[in-house]
Structure formats: C-alpha cells, structure tokens
C-alpha cells in the first residue's frame, strides 16, 4: 500500500496538517520537527504525488547530471562535454555527486524521477543495477546513460570490445606474446567487453589465454595496480607485457611499483592503459592508453536528453563512439 501523510503524521507524533505544511515547504515549522518529519518520509518511502503530478505538467528547465565520483578525472571531461557544448540551450544543469555509493544513487534516482525536480536526467557511469535505473523508465523521465548500455534507456558509450582488442593487438605487434590483463570487476566498468577484446585478439594470434594473466583488483586506483604488480612480480613466467583496461590511474600505479622493483618501461615490461586521463601524459615514462571520447560524449548526452525533453526523438536511442590508442613511451 502507498504511504500517506497520516503513517508519517503517527511516526513523528504530529498532524497530518504538520506533515502537509513540510511536505509543501510552508512557514512557521520548527526546524526539530521539519526535520524529523522528513527523515520519516524518507524512512517510508514517501513521495508527494500531488506534487509531482503539478510539476509534471510544467517544466523546470533543468537537467539533472548524476555522477558516481566528481573527484574523477574521467567524471570531469565528460562534464567539461555537457556544459561546454555549443547548443543554443535554455536548460541548466543540476549536479549530484553520488561518492560512488551504489544505495545513495539509488535512492537519489527514486527521489528525482519521481519528484519531478527536473524536466530529464543524465546518468554518468552509474553503480546502480539496471533495475534501479529503471524508475526513470517506470516515470517516463527523459534519461540518458552515459558509459554504459542499457535496453530501454537512451545511451552513449564506446565499444569496449573493439578498444580491448586494438590494444592488445598493438603488443601482439611489439613481439609480445605473454601478455597479462589487469581487469575491475566493478559495477560500472564494462570489464567483460574488455575481456573479451583482449581474448580475441589472443586467440586471432593463434595464442591460448593464460588464466593466470587474468588480474582482478578491487578498485581502479593506483594502491590497485601495486596489487596488480605483487601478483605479476610472484609469477614463475612474468609477462613481458601488461593490458590494464581497469584504467589508466591502475596502470600507472602498476608501472610505478614496477619500477620500484628495478624494472625499465618498456625495455622489461610494457604497459597499456585505458581512458586516456591526464595524468597519462604526465607519468614517465609517458603511458600508452585508449583514448575514450570523453568530451564528445557529454556533448552527445545533453543533446539527447534536450531532444527527448523536447520530444523530437521517440524510442530509445544508442549513439556508439570510437575509441583510439594514443601510442606513447609505455610500450
């Protein structure tokens, strides 16, 4: 059964006339109890659908871009995209950075598709499942998905398989033919694409895939690529090359521990990356990545959730962009 006013009007032992004035945002509540009354409806579940039935037939000219870490420097460029695009727009954008965890997005995505708040959403490489996405779908939200595919929501993304392919197939080139695979098993990293990629390739080569060259760490920081090295550095035969598509800050946290142990890049083992972020220009010596169309793809998403607001483009909508290896030092 729904939730009403009089279930949080019992939890927080006032009235329904209480309840009704901070739901609404009225005056002359106490600060004590306009909170208190809000965590309950939070706690229940509650969301206003009178208001949002109000809300729903006017517009408020704003998109909502969600993202997991705005610290992310991956997060950045694909913001850089959205705002700096060059469309005559009339919509701002509201920013809700998730800290990349999965129950706060969740929750922060039932709160804007069902309140209203805004006229179309933005999801930036989400944690959340697919089935927590789809209250956008379930509340005829205009949404997009950015980084990762989904079959009833709006998505930009790359092909993942393609780019792992391309980068393994350039070591294959250099003479490497023991080369390992750093992977992230995380929610919003299409890992299994990247998998893929690396296997076909070793596997179009004529090379049998080592198991043991298959490297899962937690996260896709730097301290996850010294994890990386100390499982290569304990292998009887160490590749001579390693693939990272857990990401490039990964990598260079590989290459750094490598380094540390004595070893030249890419005389004793080569490194590629994935994504191609800032700090890929910086590392010495220079790392060697797939370069994910970051910019173009925020440029992409705003345009497609204006065109969906705007209902000028019906049905659902996958725009696949190109990746590219930038070849530097690394290998």
Not at 17 to 41: F, G, H, L
Not at 202 to 213: M, R
Request: hydrophobic share 40%; proline share 5%.
């Amino acid at each position: 059964m729904p939730v009403t006013l009089r279930d949080i009007a019992d939890r927080a032992n006032v009235t329904t006339a209480t309840v009704s004035m901070v739901i609404n945002n009225k005056p002359n509540i106490s600060d004590e109890t306009r909170q208190r009354v809000m965590t309950i409806a939070r706690e229940l579940n509650y969301y206003p659908n009178s208001i949002a039935r109000s809300l729903a037939i006017s517009k408020s000219n704003s998109v909502g871009v969600i993202v997991p870490n705005l610290a992310s420097s991956y997060v950045v460029r694909i913001l850089q995209g959205i705002k700096s695009t060059n469309r005559d727009i009339e919509y701002t954008v509201q920013l809700f950075d998730t800290i990349g965890q999965k129950e706060s997005e969740a929750q922060l995505f039932q709160r804007l598709a069902r309140e209203r708040r805004i006229d179309g959403a933005i999801l930036v490489d989400p944690v959340c499942s697919e089935d927590e996405m789809r209250v956008f779908k379930d509340e005829m939200v205009p949404c997009v998905v950015v980084a990762r595919r989904t079959t009833f929501l709006d998505t930009v993304f790359v092909d993942n398989l393609e780019a792992a392919r391309s980068a393994t197939q350039y070591l294959l080139g250099k003479n490497h033919r023991d080369i390992a695979c750093v992977i992230c098993r995380k929610t919003n990293l299409p890992w299994e694409d990247r998998v893929e990629g690396y296997r076909y390739a070793l596997t179009d080569s004529g090379i049998q895939a080592n198991d043991d060259y298959l490297i899962s760490v937690p996260d896709d920081g730097m301290h996850d690529g010294e994890i990386a090295w100390t499982r290569i550095a304990s292998m009887k035969r160490r590749p001579t090359a390693v693939f990272v598509p857990a990401g490039d800050m990964v990598a260079i946290g590989l290459m750094k521990a490598a380094k540390r142990a004595g070893l030249r890049i890419p005389q004793d083992i080569a490194v590629v990356g994935f994504d191609d972020l800032p700090a890929a220009e910086v590392i010495e010596p220079a790392l060697t990545t797939v370069r994910q169309p970051k910019l173009e793809m925020g440029d992409t998403a705003i345009g497609m959730v204006i065109d969906k607001i705007e209902k000028r483009s019906p049905g659902v909508t996958s725009v696949e962009l190109q990746t590219k290896l930038i070849v530097r030092e690394s290998a």
